[in-house]
């Protein structure tokens, strides 16, 4: 199995000159967000839910009512012309995103996903070192990759596997950025793995410029910009959490009939949350306010007068979903995620529900991408222990030795 690596253009980073100009492109068009208030979803039965007793709660977005009880509501009903309606070309868009996680769904539940892991000619590619590319990774990025191809939607698409992006069809409205399997490197001991997805307008002011260029632009776009974020995650269900510009909303795969049906409207993360996530064998690498405010959340003296627990499965995606369950803060603080399909995305996601995303500083989501893996420290969570976190000012870890595991 062939993976496209394009390695032409000049390591992927925003040239100078646009460095003033991409930020300004970024008025266009404004953003008042696409969509519409007023949610509705219609009624159907649940004939293949058998009366589980699976109710989706009538709950209040921005008041209007979403979902119906005792009924189901399936993303593409969701976003559709009696949901939310994002669009035509977006719903075509998410149905082939759907489809293509599917897929890979089915991939890392297979029995063949270890064989297939085990097939050494795909992996570790020089230079990657220990963030080499995984086997299901890569077949990942070609099912993501044929899906937007196919959705005839997507002008560019930016993948976390690939040197640079791709152009797929000229006139596309849309623009993807995405890791399409994160956390691969614990597939073999089945632990849960996810894809994460961020979507903007193409950016047409740049139509003119060359292919290359105009591919690393429009992927180098603010996450202030995103239309839609995603992740998908793949654990005892599949869940896609999604956000259209208002709230995040998460998805349960139904396997009786393969519609991803809404099982969580309008998620608000708690303001607090007595857990922290985060690779505390790292410890004697972080700074001193990070530590400081771990030693202070665990036993119990920070602002939240409880003692906090450490919840660490080492998957953003899973690590981030407990998160927007439970509350708490996630985090990487070394330079290891990346701002374009990991920070953004996930940034949007927590904002959606009312936390914040940062690098310990920063807001993410104003932040403005110079290179196209760009890696950044990433911390997402709720509100308050977000602020918290942020006050001890020194949580950024600097040193960045490299770990074996
Ligand atoms: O080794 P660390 O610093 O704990 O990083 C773990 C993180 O790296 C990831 O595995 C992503 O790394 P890759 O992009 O190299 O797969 C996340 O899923 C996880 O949260």
Same mark, same amino acid.
């Given at each position: 199995?062939?993976? /496209?690596?394009?390695?032409?253009?000049?390591?992927?980073?925003?040239?100078?000159?646009?460095?003033?100009?991409?930020?300004?492109?970024?008025?266009? /068009?404004?953003?008042?967000? %696409?969509?519409?208030?007023?949610?509705?979803? &219609?009624?159907?039965?649940?004939?293949?839910?058998?009366?589980?007793?699976?109710?989706?709660?009538?709950?209040?977005?921005?008041?209007?009512?979403?979902?119906?009880?005792? *009924?189901? !509501?399936?993303?593409?009903?969701?976003?559709?012309?009696?949901?939310?309606?994002?669009?035509?070309? %977006?719903?075509?868009?998410?149905?082939?995103?759907?489809?293509? !996680?599917?897929?890979?769904?089915?991939?890392?539940?297979?029995?063949?996903?270890?064989? +297939?892991?085990?097939?050494?000619?795909?992996? =570790?590619?020089?230079?990657?070192?220990?963030?080499?590319?995984?086997?299901?990774?890569?077949?990942?990025?070609?099912?993501?990759?044929?899906?937007?191809?196919?959705?005839?939607? @997507?002008?560019?698409?930016?993948?976390?596997?690939?040197?640079?992006?791709?152009?797929?069809?000229? *006139?596309?409205?849309?623009?993807?950025?995405?890791?399409?399997?994160?956390?691969?490197?614990?597939?073999?001991?089945?632990?849960?793995?996810?894809?994460?997805?961020?979507?903007?307008?193409?950016?047409?002011?740049?139509?003119?410029?060359?292919?290359?260029?105009?591919?690393?632009?429009?992927?180098?776009?603010?996450?202030?910009?995103?239309?839609?974020?995603?992740?998908?995650?793949?654990?005892?269900?599949?869940?896609? !959490?999604?956000?259209?510009?208002?709230?995040?909303?998460?998805?349960?795969?139904?396997?009786?009939?393969?519609?991803?049906?809404?099982?969580?409207?309008?998620?608000?993360?708690?303001?607090?949350?007595?857990?922290?996530?985060?690779?505390?064998?790292?410890?004697?690498?972080?700074?001193?306010?990070?530590?400081?405010?771990?030693?202070?959340?665990?036993?119990?003296?920070? &602002?939240? /007068?409880?003692?906090?627990?450490?919840?660490?499965?080492?998957?953003?995606?899973?690590?981030?979903?407990?998160? %927007?369950?439970? *509350?708490?803060?996630?985090?990487?603080?070394?330079?290891?995620?990346?701002? @374009?399909?990991? =920070?953004? /995305?996930?940034?949007?996601?927590?904002?959606?529900?009312?936390?914040? *995303?940062?690098?310990?500083?920063?807001?993410?989501?104003?932040?403005?991408?110079?290179?196209?893996?760009?890696? +950044?420290?990433?911390?997402?969570?709720?509100?308050?222990?977000?602020?918290?976190?942020?006050?001890?000012?020194?949580?950024?870890?600097?040193?960045?030795?490299?770990?074996?595991?």
């Amino acid at each position: 199995m062939q993976t /496209p690596r394009v390695t032409s253009y000049s390591a992927q980073v925003l040239p100078p000159k646009y460095r003033y100009i991409l930020p300004k492109l970024h008025n266009f /068009p404004p953003k008042g967000h %696409l969509f519409p208030q007023s949610i509705f979803c &219609r009624k159907r039965r649940m004939a293949s839910l058998g009366g589980s007793g699976f109710v989706v709660r009538s709950q209040v977005v921005d008041g209007s009512s979403i979902g119906v009880d005792n *009924g189901i !509501c399936t993303l593409n009903e969701y976003v559709g012309k009696g949901g939310i309606d994002v669009g035509d070309d %977006l719903v075509v868009l998410l149905d082939h995103i759907q489809y293509a !996680c599917k897929r890979i769904a089915a991939l890392v539940a297979s029995p063949f996903n270890s064989s +297939l892991g085990k097939q050494t000619s795909l992996a =570790g590619i020089s230079g990657y070192g220990r963030d080499a590319p995984k086997p299901l990774d890569i077949v990942s990025n070609e099912i993501i990759l044929s899906s937007l191809r196919n959705s005839g939607k @997507v002008a560019v698409m930016a993948s976390e596997e690939d040197d640079a992006p791709i152009w797929l069809t000229d *006139g596309g409205p849309f623009v993807v950025v995405t890791d399409p399997l994160d956390g691969s490197r614990n597939i073999d001991a089945s632990i849960p793995t996810g894809t994460i997805f961020g979507i903007y307008n193409r950016l047409v002011e740049l139509d003119d410029l060359p292919e290359e260029e105009k591919a690393l632009l429009n992927s180098l776009q603010t996450g202030a910009r995103l239309v839609a974020a995603g992740y998908v995650l793949y654990s005892s269900a599949t869940i896609l !959490c999604a956000s259209f510009g208002s709230g995040t909303h998460a998805f349960t795969l139904d396997r009786s009939t393969g519609d991803f049906i809404l099982t969580h409207p309008s998620i608000k993360i708690p303001s607090r949350g007595q857990i922290y996530s985060v690779n505390d064998a790292r410890y004697f690498d972080w700074p001193e306010g990070l530590r400081r405010y771990i030693d202070t959340v665990r036993q119990g003296k920070g &602002r939240y /007068p409880k003692k906090y627990s450490a919840r660490y499965i080492c998957s953003l995606v899973a690590d981030l979903h407990r998160t %927007l369950m439970y *509350g708490g803060v996630a985090m990487n603080p070394r330079d290891h995620l990346r701002i @374009v399909y990991e =920070g953004n /995305p996930l940034s949007f996601l927590v904002e959606q529900a009312g936390g914040r *995303g940062s690098d310990g500083k920063n807001r993410i989501l104003s932040m403005q991408p110079v290179k196209l893996h760009q890696r +950044l420290p990433l911390f997402l969570g709720s509100l308050e222990d977000m602020e918290e976190l942020e006050s001890y000012g020194d949580v950024q870890q600097k040193v960045n030795p490299g770990y074996e595991v």
